[in-house]
């Protein structure tokens, strides 16, 4: 299995997601390496015309990152399923994204050769290793303050707060970085603009109105307060931040990069 393919939601409209792959940032010498959009796979499962090549097998795939792991019905979790029934499966930096508990089962699978999750909990026992974008250099900048409180807006999570700067998370990521980095106080309705805020050190809301919290929240290892449109003034009062984040995500990214090249 000289074949290594890596897969990820590589869609521009979502820069989290898109940035998410360890192919992103890690280099595999003298291997043959690929990388296909993860959506790719559920047209060749529904044998769509055009999508052939892509049912795989007998492949190392690297799945990740992103919140892939979902509820048991759901083309997120069928895809997921099929590539680890029909190959040798890395998962790295991969998280929930359910309404309640994701179906982390597929972990267990006997094709998973390696195990790397972004999420801490549900008392999984397997590695944590978040989300592999903290290697991006924009994290290492210096960004002026411009504005005390900023929005990151997911398009199907509108924020319903006016009055501040606001940028949604299918911007080009070195404009979002920059926004974060320009903020004291960020509110965010997508994971990576909690997750990227972090990184930065900033303090940081959940934006959730009228909704169920969805698990890729509650998996962060640092968890933050959720507000609304009517209680975000009093939650910033009370913020922390995390410190030396970028770091510790760097450094454990790293050592899972290292066991990888000895695995593959």
Same mark, same amino acid.
């Given at each position: 299995?000289?074949?290594?393919?890596?897969?990820?939601?590589?869609?521009?409209?979502?820069?989290?997601?898109?940035?998410?792959?360890?192919?992103?940032?890690?280099?595999?010498?003298?291997?043959?390496?690929?990388?296909?959009?993860?959506?790719?796979?559920?047209?060749?499962?529904?044998?769509?015309?055009?999508?052939?090549?892509?049912? $795989?097998? /007998?492949? &190392?795939?690297? %799945? =990740?990152?992103?919140?892939?792991?979902?509820?048991?019905? #759901?083309?997120?979790?069928?895809?997921?399923?099929?590539?680890?029934?029909?190959?040798?499966?890395?998962?790295?930096?991969?998280?929930?994204?359910?309404?309640?508990?994701?179906?982390?089962?597929?972990?267990?699978?006997?094709?998973?050769?390696?195990?790397?999750?972004?999420?801490?909990?549900?008392?999984?026992?397997?590695?944590?290793?978040?989300?592999?974008?903290?290697?991006?250099?924009?994290?290492?900048?210096?960004?002026?303050?411009?504005?005390?409180?900023?929005?990151?807006?997911?398009?199907?999570?509108?924020?319903?707060?006016?009055?501040?700067?606001?940028?949604?998370?299918?911007?080009? $990521?070195? /404009?979002? &970085?920059?926004? %974060? =980095?320009?903020?004291?106080?960020?509110?965010?309705?997508? #994971?990576?603009?909690?997750?990227?805020?972090?990184?930065?050190?900033?303090?940081?809301?959940?934006?959730?109105?009228?909704?169920?919290?969805?698990?890729?929240?509650?998996?962060?290892?640092?968890?933050?307060?959720?507000?609304?449109?009517?209680?975000?003034?009093?939650?910033?009062?009370?913020?922390?931040?995390?410190?030396?984040?970028?770091?510790?995500?760097?450094?454990?990214?790293?050592?899972?990069?290292?066991?990888?090249?000895?695995?593959?």
């Amino acid at each position: 299995m000289s074949k290594i393919i890596f897969t990820n939601v590589a869609y521009l409209g979502n820069a989290g997601d898109y940035w998410s792959s360890p192919f992103c940032y890690y280099g595999f010498p003298n291997k043959d390496v690929q990388q296909i959009h993860f959506l790719d796979f559920w047209s060749a499962i529904k044998k769509e015309p055009g999508f052939e090549n892509y049912n $795989i097998k /007998d492949k &190392i795939v690297i %799945i =990740g990152g992103g919140g892939l792991i979902t509820d048991k019905d #759901f083309y997120l979790q069928k895809t997921v399923e099929w590539l680890v029934e029909n190959n040798k499966v890395i998962f790295w930096g991969i998280g929930g994204n359910a309404f309640k508990k994701p179906c982390y089962e597929i972990f267990d699978h006997k094709n998973v050769l390696m195990v790397g999750t972004r999420d801490i909990s549900f008392g999984l026992n397997h590695n944590y290793v978040p989300c592999v974008s903290c290697k991006w250099n924009l994290f290492d900048l210096h960004y002026e303050i411009n504005s005390d409180i900023g929005l990151i807006e997911h398009p199907d999570h509108p924020i319903d707060i006016d009055g501040y700067p606001k940028i949604h998370n299918s911007a080009d $990521i070195r /404009d979002i &970085i920059e926004f %974060i =980095g320009s903020k004291k106080i960020l509110i965010s309705s997508t #994971f990576h603009g909690v997750y990227w805020s972090q990184l930065l050190g900033k303090k940081v809301l959940y934006y959730l109105d009228g909704e169920l919290p969805n698990s890729k929240f509650y998996g962060l290892k640092y968890r933050v307060p959720i507000c609304n449109k009517n209680n975000y003034i009093e939650k910033t009062h009370n913020l922390s931040y995390v410190v030396g984040f970028k770091e510790e995500c760097r450094y454990i990214n790293d050592n899972f990069y290292k066991e990888v090249l000895k695995l593959i």
